[in-house]
């Protein structure tokens, strides 16, 4: 897919499932709980806590009870780790083309601002990225148009494009405001992955694709 780009472009692309894989994170998050709890243990520790989740267990709540510890805190650990996480192939090539054409990148993302602000910094992209929109920095979360409002302020570009994968939120304020949306169509590996109950009109991107490497910066 071409995307046409210049000065008076920003291309916005949503953080988790979009740029990463959002399950990589949970088990970056489950190898550092359970190194913590159990320094010698922590493979089999890892095991149960991926494996409860698979199974739509409450993780944090069987944790807590089998070594005597708060949730909340197990909770505090799992959103402050630093983690280990790596871009989907192509995104940085497509990043650093959309600049090479004098054009702007920006993320917008929903979730609490120190953990996405963490991976963020893990994926490298502090240093190639203009704008940064975290729900709980600006008080909404997405489908509100507040938050998209603010990157057209920031940006005063004439085009502006979304990319995300979630349909139930992504693409509603976008294409209410005309912008070009774009959905990176789920892998089988999404955290949401509830994409057939939310097929509105309202919610439907105007273009799919399978992977970041089909775009063509141009």
């Not at 359970?34 to 095991?47: C, N, T």
């Not at 650093?96 to 917008?108: E, R, S, T, Y």
Request: net charge negative; glycine share 6%.
């Amino acid at each position: 897919m071409d995307i046409k780009v210049s000065e008076n472009t920003t291309v916005v692309f949503d953080l988790d499932d979009t740029l990463y894989n959002e399950l990589d994170f949970l088990k970056s998050a489950y190898i550092s709980i359970a190194k913590e709890l159990d320094p010698k243990g922590w493979q089999q520790l890892y095991v149960l806590m991926f494996s409860l989740y698979r199974n739509n267990k409450d993780v944090f709540e069987v944790i807590s009870t089998k070594y005597g510890l708060n949730k909340t805190l197990l909770i505090q650990m799992y959103r402050d780790h630093t983690p280990n996480i790596t871009l989907f192939k192509g995104v940085l090539d497509t990043i650093k083309a959309i600049l090479a054409k004098n054009g702007k990148v920006g993320i917008l993302t929903d979730g609490r601002s120190h953990t996405q602000r963490n991976k963020i910094k893990a994926l490298g992209l502090n240093d190639f990225v203009d704008f940064i929109v975290i729900s709980e920095e600006v008080g909404s979360e997405k489908p509100n148009p507040n938050n998209f409002k603010i990157i057209e302020a920031k940006s005063n570009s004439e085009v502006h494009y979304y990319i995300g994968d979630n349909l139930k939120k992504d693409f509603i304020a976008p294409n209410t405001l005309g912008w070009k949306t774009i959905c990176l169509i789920d892998s089988g590996l999404n955290i949401h992955n509830d994409g057939y109950r939310h097929l509105t009109k309202q919610q439907t991107p105007q273009h799919y694709i399978f992977a970041i490497e089909e775009l063509d910066i141009i």
